[in-house]
Nanobody, 124 residues
């Protein structure tokens, strides 16, 4: 079993920045795509960003494109999400996700492992 642990969430003002981290432990896989989803109250969990551990390919949802950057450190089994120019509508619980043998972008239904989530609140 793979455990994914998110960190870095918190309260930030509009226009500010946060950096989320997702550390994976337990079993590791040679071809694992990882990404971030987010879920606001009353809304469906939606894809935000993903990265291919094997090929370095990245993908982003339109609402975060140009503001968020996903990166990886395979030696540390860690994925990061740098979030800049944050908006109130970015407020959500952000979930780290991992999938095996799935092409980017990721869909929630294809995710094999989920983190517990970290709260990001963008407010004045």
């Amino acid at each position: 079993q793979v455990q994914l642990v998110e960190s870095g969430g918190g309260l930030v003002q509009p226009g500010g920045s946060l950096r989320l981290s997702c550390a994976a432990s337990g079993r590791t896989f040679s071809s694992v795509a990882m990404g971030w989803f987010r879920q606001a109250p009353g809304k469906e969990r939606e894809f935000a960003a993903a990265i291919s551990w094997g090929g370095g390919t990245t993908s982003y949802a339109d609402p975060v494109k140009g503001r968020f950057t996903i990166s990886r450190d395979n030696a540390k089994s860690t994925v990061y999400l740098q979030m800049n120019s944050l908006k109130p509508e970015d407020t959500a619980v952000y979930y780290c996700a991992a999938a095996i043998g799935v092409q980017l972008p990721l869909s929630a239904g294809r995710v094999a492992y989920w983190g517990q989530g970290t709260q990001v609140t963008v407010s004045s």
